[in-house]
């Protein structure tokens, strides 16, 4: 399973990011699915898990009330929409696959798949 995340760039703080996740290979319908992010430094910290069905979600506190993790199973993707972005929240962000469909995974540890990140930066 490999999985790519994209569409980071540069934006002003308030700005928007919509990152898309297709995986490619085997679908990732029956995994739970979460973003993460790595800023330079410092640990990759789960910023929102979503579980197999969408049904439940949960966000870190950092991001709770500006992003919004969705997916789409049909099309085999999972998205992370970033609003009122803030310079704090620049980072290299990943998106992972836990063979586990129904568990909201908060540690990276409970992953079994990675992707590549996409960098985003937010300029003050």
């Known amino acids: 399973v490999q999985l790519q995340a994209s569409g980071g760039g540069l934006v002003q703080t308030g700005g928007s990011f919509r990152l898309p996740c297709p995986p490619s290979?085997?679908?990732?319908?029956?995994?739970?699915m979460g973003w993460s992010r790595q800023a330079p430094g410092k640990e990759r910290d789960i910023v929102a898990p979503?579980?197999?069905?969408?049904?439940?979600?949960y966000y870190a506190d950092s991001v709770k009330g500006r992003f919004s993790i969705s997916r789409d199973n049909a099309k085999n993707t999972v998205y992370l929409q970033m609003n009122s972005l803030k310079p704090e929240d620049t980072a290299v962000y990943y998106c992972a696959a836990d063979r586990e469909p129904y568990r909201l995974g908060t540690q990276r540890n409970k992953y079994d798949y990675w992707g590549q990140g996409t960098q985003v930066t937010v300029s003050s």
């Open positions: 290979g085997p679908p990732l319908r029956s995994n739970a």
């Open positions: 979503i579980n197999r069905r969408g049904s439940r979600i």
